[in-house]
């Protein structure tokens, strides 16, 4: 059974307890309490006000037509930039749809990022993926699997061979609890077990499978006891603390250097948005349950907790919301009036050295002019 990220649960079973720090209040339970340095509390902070901003700027985009798709983290803010605070620059992250801004967290430029949801000549992926699929090699990321689940056994797989490489690194991989009634989560989780791989699996419970509740996929009392039945030591987080999470991820990370092997995670959550913008919540679960889950918004919990410890207040609230607005506002002027990508580089990163066939389709091409602009 693992200790270390749950030290203190008064709780003696982790995998159903709720491992938490902060209080409604603001304050900590002095048995759980991290004490993580106010500046580091502080970027936290910053990180999620960012992402709560530039997920409702993009919505608003989708809205007025100017992209395609988004998927907001709208109330699931602390898990992703906890993950993005502990993530060391050799580590590997394979995110589900609501851990896209860990690359953020972890230096991505915003620039880059949003030209990814516009898909122009500013994304580094050259408009190929989905929008809200993004990645990126500098920070060591990859995209996200839109087929419930895959991406967990990529993350074990990563793991596994650096660990084979003798690299002080790990990977973390995240799932929603849907994909834990997946055939991947079952081989992802049975083969870190069995060779030990230095990875962080971490599920957003955040109790609606798109629109199917938690309950209607699985009758597991929690989602972290699944992992008893691999040999894995799991723990249930609340997963809108975010000195909580920093704490275990910190903690499960830690023992994974160490050569521990893997942990399971379970954050507890709540998505407070639709699913993505080709989703209507109200059709399936009511306005009564999302408002209660508004009171324990991790934005809001984070915020009471630094104004207790005197770190912010009003004013240095309203110049942080102003700060940022700019911020994303001048990023989407600047990309939205990029171009497409380049005709001819449908045809880059194919192949090391092109085919025959393809060097014909890209003379081709070449000689073809342009489809006239409407």
Request: glycine share 8%; hydrophobic share 40%; aromatic share 6%.
């Amino acid at each position: 059974m693992i200790s270390e990220p749950h030290a203190g649960l008064r709780d003696s079973d982790p995998d159903v307890g709720l491992f938490t720090v902060l209080r409604e209040d603001g304050s900590t339970d002095p048995a759980t309490d991290p004490k993580i340095p106010t500046e580091r509390l502080l970027l936290a902070y910053r990180h999620m006000r960012r992402l709560r901003l530039l997920d409702a700027r993009m919505i608003l985009l989708q809205r007025q037509g100017r992209v395609g798709f988004y998927g907001a983290c709208t109330g699931q803010e602390a898990v992703p930039i906890a993950t993005g605070l502990v993530a060391r620059p050799d580590d590997w992250v394979f995110p589900a749809l609501r851990e896209q801004s860990v690359m953020l967290v972890r230096g991505f430029p915003l620039r880059k990022f949003v030209a990814q949801v516009f898909g122009n000549s500013g994304d580094v992926l050259k408009g190929r993926q989905m929008p809200s699929h993004p990645s990126g090699r500098q920070v060591h990321q990859v995209s996200w699997s839109s087929c419930i689940g895959p991406q967990i056994p990529q993350a074990v797989g990563a793991a596994w061979a650096m660990k084979k490489e003798k690299k002080d690194a790990v990977a973390f991989g995240f799932s929603g609890d849907g994909a834990t009634s997946q055939p991947d989560f079952h081989a992802a989780m049975t083969f870190a077990a069995a060779f030990a791989a230095p990875v962080v699996i971490v599920c957003q419970n955040n109790h609606w499978s798109i629109s199917v509740p938690t309950a209607r996929q699985t009758a597991s009392r929690t989602i972290a006891v699944k992992g008893r039945a691999y040999g894995i030591p799991s723990v249930r987080v609340d997963g809108n603390d975010l000195l909580a999470v920093h704490t275990v991820l910190e903690a499960a990370a830690d023992r994974a250097r160490r050569g521990g092997g893997p942990t399971f995670v379970e954050a507890l959550t709540y998505r407070i948005g639709a699913h993505s913008t080709s989703d209507d919540p109200t059709r399936y679960r009511t306005d009564a349950e999302v408002e209660s889950w508004k009171k324990k918004d991790p934005v809001d919990r984070l915020a009471r907790h630094l104004r207790r410890l005197g770190a912010i207040d009003d004013a240095s609230e309203k110049d942080l919301e102003a700060e940022l607005g700019v911020e994303i506002g001048d990023v989407i002027k600047e990309v939205e009036e990029l171009p497409p990508p380049a005709r001819m580089s449908l045809f880059d990163d194919v192949y090391a050295e092109p085919p025959w066939n393809l060097r014909e389709q890209r003379e081709l091409l070449a000689k073809t002019p342009p489809a006239p602009s409407h």
